[in-house]
């Protein structure tokens, strides 16, 4: 049977199917097979690589497991309900999902792939509080970011280079309790073999390069890609000249920034600043 071409830029739904196709056909399975393995018939199979059936979180998750694809196909459900994401972010985080190497400068706030549950959460509640998000946007902002940390924790992941501004250490998110966790778990990362921490000390002053949070994507093939957000929406540059402006003020910051062993010293130290 003649499959249906799908073009994944169409919709979110559409890039899943593309997606899940890719992975079964990598896994040597048919429909067929796959529908065995995961409680579905190979024509329900067939709707969701045509983009024309939405799946289920549960199925979601068992097809990830049966495939062995890392996590994607949840990156990708959470994307597919997308509207209380950032406008924009939902694009990036598909390319942070196959990036070989990911460099941040962040302010402000712990960076999401480092962040605690309890401290997204805190954010997160914040938030519907002031009727940025219903509750049930939320929780699915906070499930998202989960999803997309537990690349993180597997043998394929990317090298992590983040220099968080001072002020992220700083701001009190959810309370002392919270915070005292995330900050422990803010100094485990720092020790991990593929991830660097440094802090931007607020002596840097003008020296900082960057005003706002900006994250630079390596993908396998070298290509970089840079993302940055304002207040409303998420923007993700391919041009260039403007991501190799933004490489090279990141070597800047990285050298001005402590260095790693100097940085976690300042995070255990601000950590004990929180004790009961």
């Not at 003649?2 to 593309?18: K, Q």
């Not at 994401?85 to 990036?92: I, R």
């Not at 940390?149 to 968080?164: C, E, F, I, K, T």
């Not at 991830?195 to 002053?205: D, E, K, L, R, S």
């Amino acid at each position: 049977m003649r499959e249906t071409e799908l073009d994944p830029a169409t919709s979110p739904l559409a890039a899943f199917g593309v997606q899940l196709r890719r992975s079964r056909k990598a896994a040597g399975l048919s429909q067929v097979q796959l529908g065995q393995l995961t409680n579905l018939s190979d024509s329900q199979i067939s709707n969701l690589e045509r983009g024309t059936r939405s799946p289920t979180l549960d199925w979601v998750r068992v097809a990830d497991k049966v495939l062995d694809t890392g996590g994607t196909l949840e990156l990708m459900y959470w994307s597919l309900n997308g509207s209380s994401l950032l406008e924009g972010f939902p694009e990036y985080a598909a390319h942070e999902a196959k990036a070989v190497e990911l460099r941040m400068f962040e302010l402000g706030v712990i960076p999401g792939l480092f962040q605690t549950q309890a401290y997204a959460e805190a954010l997160a509640a914040a938030d519907v509080r002031r009727g940025a998000v219903t509750e049930e946007g939320a929780a699915e902002r906070v499930a998202y970011l989960l999803a997309r940390q537990q690349r993180l924790g597997r043998p394929s992941a990317p090298l992590v280079h983040a220099v968080l501004d001072e002020s992220c250490l700083l701001r009190l998110v959810g309370g002392p309790a919270v915070m005292r966790g995330q900050l422990d778990h803010l100094a485990q990362l720092a020790d991990r073999p593929k991830t660097i921490v440094q802090i931007a000390p607020f002596v840097m002053g003008e020296r900082r390069p960057f005003a706002a949070s900006v994250y630079l994507l390596t993908m396998s093939d070298r290509t970089l890609l840079g993302y940055t957000e304002s207040q409303e929406r998420g923007f993700l540059a391919r041009e260039s000249e403007t991501v190799t402006m933004w490489a090279r003020d990141y070597d800047r910051l990285q050298v001005g920034a402590s260095s790693d062993v100097a940085s976690l010293e300042r995070i255990r130290a601000a950590r004990k600043e929180l004790r009961p």
